[in-house]
Every structure is written in structure tokens, then in C-alpha cells.
């Protein structure tokens, strides 16, 4: 697989994807969350696509575009899965790490830095895009949703996923994240930021998508893992699809 990194560099961001990829790391909520995210992107692509979600490779055929990528710890499950992917992240250091891991993989992911706006100019659509913890630190929801809807195709979807806007996603994802359990930095949340799902939904509708299923993801703290809930109070996954 090509790579843009030149070997200079290569030695210092491979140091920071070992960061990225360790499990019991910086990034290790990150890896707790991510099985039970990528169980929902399955199931619901197989399902809207006809797809059987059983085989080796159920995603095999589909063209994916991951939107803020960061290190490639969705990108690359979802490579496994069949899927071609093109992911991309505003974070030109996220890009060249997530390059680096993935060709130590030997994964052929299409990494670059870019906005979706970008790509939409370019008239690119894909099968189905991610959308997953980004919405929620963007400049302009409104902009970013149109790029985002643009970039579907016809009889394709999109996967989102962010923080509801509560009293209680603010004391567990906001003071219990940051200043509690310290998972994240402080300040890696605006709470005025974080979406409702019906606000969400509106966004999708006004760009031609319609939300088919909505499901929250919740932690256990007693057995330290995460599920899908009906439970959509703070972390919420939302599938929505274009009309073909």
C-alpha cells in the first residue's frame, strides 16, 4: 500500500499508533466502546443491504467513508470486514499515525486529510459514511450535515453517533469523563454542543435522510462494558437512510 509518510517520520508516528492501538492505554474507553459501535455499523449495513452479517467478510462490496477517523480505530475493523474504506480526519497528525498503522496491518485504507466538504465539491458518494463523535465538535452542524447527506448515494445511509443534549449526559459525559473518571481532557466537550436526537433528525430530513433506528449505548460500571439500549439519554447511535 502507498503511503505519503516519508521514513524520517515514520520511526515517530508509529510511536504514537502504539499509543493509539494499546487497550489498556490513554485510548483504552476507546477500545471498550468501539466492539458494540461496530456491531450496530454491521447489523444495520447487512441488514439495509441485503448482507449476510455471519461471513468473514459480511461488509465485502461496500464503499465506506469514515469522517473523522482520528488514529483508524473504526477504519480498520471495518477494512477486515470487507469494506473499502476511505477515511479521512482534519487532524494531519491523526492522518499519518492512522497511515502508519494501518500499512503495518497490511490494511489498504484510503487515509487523508480533508473536510467532507471537500469531497462533496469533488462529487464523491459512497454506500454509506460514519459519522461517529464528530457532529458534536463541528463549527456549523447545519454546513457539516449537508456535506455529510451530499456525500450518500442514492439508496444509501449514514451512521451517526454523539452525546443527547441532558442533565444527565451532562453529569456522566461532561463532569463524570472529564473531571471524575478523567477518561477525556477537560474541555473536550461543549455541552451546548451536544445534539438531540430529534434535532438530528431534522438535520437528516431537511438533507434528504430519514432515521430508521436509534439506540443509545450504555456503560456498566460494575462489569466495565458498553451495550445497545433503548436508553438514549447520553451516548446515542442513530441509521439513516437516502432514498434510492
Known amino acids: 500500500m502507498s503511503t505519503t509518510v516519508n521514513p524520517e517520520e515514520v520511526a515517530w508516528f508509529t510511536a504514537i499508533a502504539d499509543e493509539w492501538w494499546d ?3 490513554k485510548f483504552r474507553p476507546l477500545h471498550k466502546f468501539n466492539p458494540t459501535r461496530l456491531i450496530f455499523i454491521r ?3 447487512c441488514e439495509h443491504f441485503g448482507l449476510d452479517k455471519t461471513e468473514d467478510q459480511p461488509l465485502k462490496g461496500l464503499k465506506l467513508l469514515d469522517i473523522g477517523c482520528g488514529g483508524g480505530l473504526i477504519s480498520e475493523p471495518l477494512c477486515r ?3 473499502e474504506m476511505t477515511s479521512i480526519d482534519a487532524g494531519d497528525k491523526n492522518i499519518k499515525t492512522a ?3 494501518a500499512e503495518a496491518s497490511g490494511l489498504d485504507i484510503d487515509y487523508r486529510c480533508v473536510f467532507p466538504e471537500d469531497l462533496a ?4 458518494q459512497f454506500d454509506a459514511i460514519l459519522n461517529l463523535e464528530v457532529i458534536e465538535h463541528v463549527a456549523d452542524v447545519n454546513v457539516f450535515l449537508e456535506a ?3 456525500l450518500v448515494k442514492p439508496g444509501g445511509a449514514m451512521i451517526g453517533a454523539t452525546l443527547n443534549r441532558t442533565v444527565k449526559s451532562f ?3 461532561k463532569v463524570g469523563a472529564e473531571y471524575v473518571l478523567r477518561w477525556l481532557p477537560r ?3 461543549d455541552f451546548s454542543k451536544f445534539i438531540k436526537p430529534s434535532e438530528f433528525a431534522d438535520g437528516l430530513r431537511q438533507n434528504g435522510l430519514e432515521v430508521k433506528c436509534l439506540k443509545g449505548m450504555s456503560f456498566n460500571p460494575f462489569r466495565d462494558t458498553w451495550s445497545l439500549t433503548d436508553d438514549l439519554s447520553v451516548n446515542y447511535m442513530v441509521f439513516a437512510t437516502k432514498a434510492g
Do not use: I, R, S, W
Open 23 to 25: 487497550p489498556n492505554g
Open 43 to 45: 447489523d444495520q449495513l
Open 81 to 83: 470486514m470487507g469494506a
Open 99 to 101: 497511515m502508519v498503522h
Open 121 to 124: 465539491k469533488e462529487g464523491l
Open 148 to 150: 455529510c447527506c451530499a
Open 171 to 173: 453529569a456522566m459525559a
Open 187 to 189: 474541555g473536550t466537550h
